[in-house]
Each structure stands twice: as C-alpha cells, then as structure tokens.
C-alpha cells in the first residue's frame, strides 16, 4: 500500500494548492505520487449533495444536523473508495486533499464537550470501521488565521459546486475559528499530525516557501517509514 498522506486545514488554507504541489515535487523526486481531492463534486452522487449542502439548498448550517452532514461527506469517500484503494495499490504516495480529519473539524465544530466527542466518535467508526477507509500515515495541516484564510477565499476562482463566492462554510468566519479550534484538538491527541503555520510574523510566506516545507516533512516522515532494505 501507498503511503497516504492527508492535507488538512480551514477553508482558504491552501490545500488544493500545496497538496497538488506536493504531488508534483514527489514525481521530480522519481515517486509514483497520486492526487485525490474530496469532495469529488462531480464524481459521486454524495458529492452532489454536498454541494447542494454548501449552498444552501438544506438550510443554513446550523439548521443541519451535524452527523447527517456527516454522512455526506463519509459517503462521498466511500463511493470513491475503490478509487482511492487502486491508487493506493499503485503509487508509493498518495495525496488527499482533504480527508476523514476534515470531517471530524467541520462537524465537530459545531457541537461541544460530550456531544462533539460523541460526534467524533462516530464519525471515526463510520469512516474507518463501517466503510474501511485506510487511515492516513501522515496527516499536515495547515494551519492559517480565519481572516488570512477569508481574503484568500476572495481570490478563489469560479468552483463547479458554487456560484457564490464563499460557500455556506466559507462564509462564516466564527464557524471558521471553531473548525481550526477542532484541527487543533486533533493534531494534539494524534503523533502522526504535522502542523504547518502558513503565516510568520504577521505576514502570509510565500507558496514557495510552504511546499518547501511540507515536501520536506513529507519525504523525511516517508523515507523513516520504510524498511531499512529499501531505503
């Protein structure tokens, strides 16, 4: 099996950006690196209805409850399963450009104390028990402000799920701050997390910069990862 490696953070992080970077340095460096990015909007029948979720069509996201929300999400993997599965038997790295993790953050979120651990539960059991979804062998997480990550949001193009320009999720900016609160809470209690701050002294470092770091920890976690015979 591929090692899987899982991007995560808010909305406007980064994500697609440095995890399809991370892809494209992985095959310089001479490693069959796959991409797979959820939601896949357009490629399930979950996928649709997240969308149609992010837009409203459902209610605002408090009128939602968090674990039916839950299980569009974890039904959009699991349609892409046998997808997800062959890349994994082919490539030395796969990259998610979101994952179970992000899940857990958004729902979480807006739940608190014994809820949101319930929540979190089954989110866990739904994901990796019910529908067998590998777990990830490293997860990175970038980690952005809400409002860096809301002006970045702005300068988004078009998206195939939306015509708005922010999203029901993207939109909220105190939602925003419970989502990477949870990313915080997840990245403590789990030694497989990286966290990656993309803003230093105030200012936002470059692209560059980011997928240099995260290449880094990548190959450096990737390489400790395997067996002394086939370093």
């Known amino acids: 099996m591929a090692f899987l490696v899982a991007v995560e953070g808010i909305d406007g992080s980064g994500k697609g950006t440095q995890a ?3 892809v494209e340095n992985l095959r310089r460096r001479g490693l069959q690196a796959e991409l797979i990015s959820f939601p896949r909007y357009e490629f399930t029948q979950f996928g649709r209805k997240i969308g149609d979720f992010l837009n409203g069509r459902f209610g605002e996201l408090d009128q939602v ?32 450009d979101r994952y179970v993790a992000s899940n857990a953050a958004h729902q979480g979120a807006k739940a608190q104390g014994i809820e949101r651990r319930e929540l979190l539960q089954w989110i866990e059991f739904v994901e990796y028990q019910q529908h067998q979804l590998p777990r990830a062998d490293l997860t ?10 809301q002006d970045l949001i702005q300068k988004k193009s078009q998206r195939s799920y939306t015509d708005r320009a922010a999203d029901l999720q993207e939109a909220d900016a105190s939602y925003l701050q419970r989502v990477r609160e949870v990313y915080q809470e997840l990245a403590g209690a789990d030694a ?11 200012q936002l470092r470059s692209l560059e910069e980011i997928a240099g770091e995260v290449e880094a920890i990548v190959c450096g976690v990737w390489d400790r990862s395997r067996p002394t015979s086939a370093r």
């Open 20 to 22: 399809a970077r991370l």
């Open 65 to 96: 409850h968090p674990l039916l929300v839950s299980l569009l999400f974890a039904g959009d993997r699991l349609e892409s399963r046998p997808l997800l599965l062959d890349l994994c038997a082919r490539a030395d790295v796969v990259v998610c």
């Open 140 to 149: 990175i997480w970038l980690d952005v402000p809400v409002h860096v990550a």
């Open 192 to 202: 497989t997390w990286q966290r990656i701050h993309a803003v230093e002294n105030g």
